[in-house]
């Protein structure tokens, strides 16, 4: 039992002792084993492995390619087109304007009242909008002159080479002491 505040070490809550994880299992093996074969085993126990634990059969000239090309004609083969994905995400995945007003509900700190038209501008991904940019990442640059960011545009328009001031969680227009250039 666990008392109060305590939690579980990560490796306890794993599971069972020495089991494998099911990604290692059913992905990284199957895939280390296909890769490991078609880069170094004879094109006899290529197909051999291939026609044994996958199920798959490829044309005999197949096996006479390159071992990029073999690799890849092989990977497609057993793991198929990426329609799959593609279709998940088309499901499960919001747009971008779909997403954004509640996007901009949780990362906007500041007054979110709906007739503001700041707050409109942001929840419909206006262009012509001011620019409002959620950075999520800033990289210094070499010379430690700057920061090139990475973000997501709420409203407005940004163009490569345009310079932005980026704004701290804890400015304020009357100190901007929690800004940069």
Do not use: W
Not at 13 to 21: I, L, Q, T, V
Not at 162 to 178: N, Q
């Amino acid at each position: 039992p666990l008392s109060a505040g305590a939690s579980r070490p990560a490796a306890a809550a794993a599971g069972c002792a020495g089991a494998d994880r099911s990604f290692v299992t059913f992905i990284l093996e199957p895939l280390y084993k296909l890769t490991s074969a078609v880069v170094g085993e004879h094109p006899k126990t290529i197909e051999r492995l291939l026609g044994d634990d996958f199920g798959i059969h490829l044309k005999s000239s197949a096996y006479s390619q390159d071992v990029k090309p073999l690799l890849k004609e092989v990977c497609s083969k057993v793991f198929g087109s990426a329609t799959g994905i593609i279709d998940m995400l088309v499901q499960h995945v919001p747009s971008s304007k779909e997403a954004t007003a509640a996007k901009v509900a949780r990362l906007y700190t500041g007054p979110q009242d709906p007739n503001s038209p700041l707050i409109q501008f942001m929840a419909g991904c206006s262009r012509t909008g001011p620019l409002v940019l959620h950075v999520a990442k800033l990289f210094p640059k070499n010379d430690a002159s700057g920061f090139d960011a990475y973000g997501r545009i709420f409203s407005g328009t940004l163009r490569p080479g345009d310079e932005v001031r980026v704004l701290g969680e804890g400015f304020t227009p009357d100190d901007d002491e929690d800004s940069g250039d």
